[in-house]
């Protein structure tokens, strides 16, 4: 089965400054999708950015970008001149190639709780 | 473009009452899917429909909650004979046949006392 680990329960940064979002999974598939999830205390849960992992680029959404190491099964999460706005929980979540059954759905972190200091 | 509504947004209800929670999926999203969250965790799967097929039901889905989804559209999550335990956000979340990416809706907050 796989599995989701984010070992940061919270981080804190500082207003324009940059921080990283630590995730690590385990699987035994070679194609996958990962993703950062964004829930802030509203708590509607957003999608930040998406990763394939047949794609070796690493994948950019304006301030937001991952470092996809694919062997050390690591994914993490860059946020550059971060802003008050981006306060919020943040879920690192895999989810199987497949289509089929429990090979659709997603498989969680547990989260980590960022804050913005301005 | 509206997005996954879900509806109640927040339930108080009593022990051993009976509560449903509706899930509009995005329009012409086949998959439908009900994830359960308690505070401090991420979301956990309860169960899944592929239009109004129910195809995967987690162990985390007692007797006591149902899930259907009549006509591959609007979806319903029943609880029966709440219980404290039961007391967390339950999740609605769709997805298109293709693409990867599932969206969700604000969630339903579930309070048992």
């Known amino acids: 089965a796989q599995t989701v680990t984010q070992s940061q329960p919270e981080m804190s940064v500082q207003e324009a400054e940059t921080v990283t979002l630590s995730c690590t999974y385990d699987t035994s598939e070679s194609d996958y999708y990962l993703f950062w999830y964004k829930q802030p205390p509203s708590r509607q849960m957003i999608l930040v950015i998406r990763?394939?992992?047949?794609?070796?680029q690493n994948a950019t959404e304006n301030r937001f970008s991952v470092n996809f190491q694919k062997a050390a099964k690591s994914f993490s999460l860059k946020i550059s001149d971060s802003q008050l706005g981006d306060a919020a929980m943040y879920f690192c979540?895999?989810?199987?190639?497949?289509?089929?059954?429990?090979?659709?759905?997603?498989?969680f972190g547990k989260g980590t709780k960022l804050s913005v200091k301005p | 473009d509206t997005g996954v509504s879900q509806d109640p947004r927040h339930k108080i209800t009593k022990r051993g009452q009976n509560v449903t929670f509706r899930c509009d999926p995005i329009?012409?999203?086949?998959?439908l899917y009900w994830y359960r969250q308690t505070l401090g965790q991420g979301p956990e799967f309860l169960t899944y429909?592929?239009?109004?097929?129910?195809?995967?039901k987690s162990r985390l889905l007692s007797d006591r909650f149902s899930a259907e989804r009549p006509k591959g559209s609007f979806s319903t999550l029943e609880i029966q004979r709440t219980e404290q335990g039961d007391s967390a956000m339950y999740l609605c979340?769709?997805?298109?046949?293709?693409?990867?990416?599932?969206?969700f809706g604000e969630g339903s907050w579930l309070t048992v006392v």
């Open positions: 979540a895999y989810r199987s190639e497949g289509y089929g059954g429990s090979q659709g759905n997603l498989i």
């Open positions: 329009s012409e999203h086949n998959r």
């Open positions: 990763q394939e992992a047949y794609k070796q």
């Open positions: 979340a769709s997805s298109p046949n293709t693409g990867p990416t599932i969206y």
């Open positions: 429909f592929q239009n109004e097929a129910q195809l995967e």
